[in-house]
């Protein structure tokens, strides 16, 4: 059971707090935060999500740069518990619209009944926000969007709103537009995170993509919808319990290792047309979790050389080339490198006309970052490195640098080639035409070179 859940944000400040149980000191939030902010000083890298001080446990995910903390004297399992932190969160920003420290200040009263109702006595009664909604009366004080930090993977579709809306990133569950209507719209998202190691003559040697369907409903009276993927999507022999994959069979262009789905989903058709059903509830959730290992073609090529110059000198060349289609465009690209221990200066050329870049050498950490704010498919940029060593006699410099990792997000793109042929209400609403918006991102998870 869970002795007591707070909400604190990135300076610390404690923005909710519910004691269930009175076993913990009411002090445990700023221990804490204090345990968090000189874990590095002391122990070393980041805080784990679970720790132990003085015999009570502190359990703590970050979302949207919030820490949602829980704490027990128990032997609770770390992933029950961390979880429940994840999908509280999410049922939070559901009726919130925007999760950041100013919502939950204007809203903490809001709050505040959604945790009561979430548990009682420490004891977990439902995550659920159509369950919740019979329970909850208070109305949320919608903020200013302008005002809202970046929200994760739906945050991206914001930046193209000529091409897709990004309503569903601010939207509460239960407030209605202005005029008191409520707009009847659903949002199918394809979120799909990729991990590919090059070797140091560009080869890959390792690739793979987790993915997600995440569904974002509107719509009242909860109707059945239906999501249609790819008539070539074939699914491996091993997997879950929650689908007998064994009886898909034959080749296709788009195969998943393994797949789960969420327990409202129908599979009942799943097998001879690749149809997904399920009831609309409210509130955002995984309809469908799936892993690729198959052989793609990743978005981006990268390779780095090094090269000495002598004694106290070298060269760090590092090429990306985009080989996605010029229609699509990366946001916000970090590309890093570790150099040598010894390195002492660091002296940064880019390519003519170059827009848009940042560079930088942290001292403190030896690490060279480039930054590109946008990258269009189709193009190739380099970055030249002139470093400088405190040391002569250094040892294999190839060896002591890297390897290149690269951090990007492409809205509308995924490398599995996975669609959503159409997104089909079975029965009609209150409105004759919902809205319906299928959108794709490609996120990196661990995208590195060797050198």
Request: aromatic share 10%; glycine share 6%; hydrophobic share 40%.
């Amino acid at each position: 059971m869970i002795s007591q859940i707070f909400v604190l944000s990135q300076r610390g400040d404690n923005i909710v707090f519910r004691d269930y149980r009175g076993e913990v000191p009411k002090g445990s939030a700023e221990i804490f935060f204090r345990k968090v902010k000189f874990w590095k000083e002391d122990e070393g890298g980041d805080a784990p999500p679970l720790f132990n001080v003085d015999g009570v446990n502190y359990f703590h995910v970050k979302v949207a740069t919030l820490l949602f903390v829980a704490t027990t004297r128990l032997n609770l399992s770390p992933s029950l518990v961390l979880e429940f932190l994840q999908r509280s969160a999410r049922v939070i920003k559901d009726y919130l619209g925007v999760l950041n420290e100013d919502s939950l200040r204007k809203n903490f009263v809001l709050v505040y009944e959604l945790l009561d109702e979430i548990i009682d006595f420490g004891y977990v009664q439902t995550t659920s926000t159509e369950v919740l909604k019979s329970y909850i009366f208070n109305e949320p004080i919608v903020i200013n969007e302008a005002l809202m930090p970046s929200l994760g993977p739906a945050s991206i579709f914001m930046q193209g709103a000529k091409r897709m809306p990004g309503t569903a990133v601010t939207k509460s569950v239960i407030a209605n537009d202005s005029r008191g209507r409520k707009r009847e719209e659903i949002f199918v998202d394809v979120i799909e995170k990729i991990s590919v190691t090059f070797s140091s003559s560009g080869y890959i040697l390792t690739s793979e993509i987790d993915g997600t369907i995440q569904l974002k409903s509107y719509l009242t009276g909860n109707p059945e919808i239906r999501i249609a993927l790819n008539d070539d999507l074939n699914i491996g022999s091993g997997g879950s319990s929650t689908y007998d994959y064994r009886r898909s069979s034959g080749a296709g262009t788009v195969i998943l290792d393994d797949c789960n789905f969420h327990e409202s989903v129908h599979l009942d058709s799943f097998d001879d047309d690749r149809t997904l059903s399920l009831v609309a509830s409210d509130g955002e959730f995984s309809v469908m979790n799936y892993r690729i290992t198959q052989e793609f073609k990743p978005p981006f090529r990268v390779n780095a050389f090094v090269e000495e110059a002598g004694s106290l000198k070298a060269e760090v060349i590092i090429k990306v080339q985009a080989e996605f289609p010029s229609s699509v465009t990366a946001n916000t690209v970090l590309v890093e490198m570790p150099l040598p221990a010894y390195t002492s200066r660091v002296n940064f050329e880019l390519e003519p006309g170059a827009v848009g870049n940042t560079t930088d050498f942290k001292e403190s950490t030896k690490k060279l970052e480039w930054g590109l704010k946008k990258i269009v498919g189709g193009s190739e940029h380099i970055l030249r490195a002139k470093l400088t060593f405190l040391q002569q006699g250094h040892g294999n410099i190839t060896k002591e640098a890297g390897p290149v990792s690269m951090n990007f997000t492409i809205p509308m793109y995924n490398a599995s080639r996975l669609q959503v042929k159409y997104l089909q209400i079975a029965k009609s609403t209150t409105t004759s035409n919902p809205y319906r918006w299928v959108r794709y991102v490609t996120q990196s998870n661990s995208y590195v070179a060797r050198l």
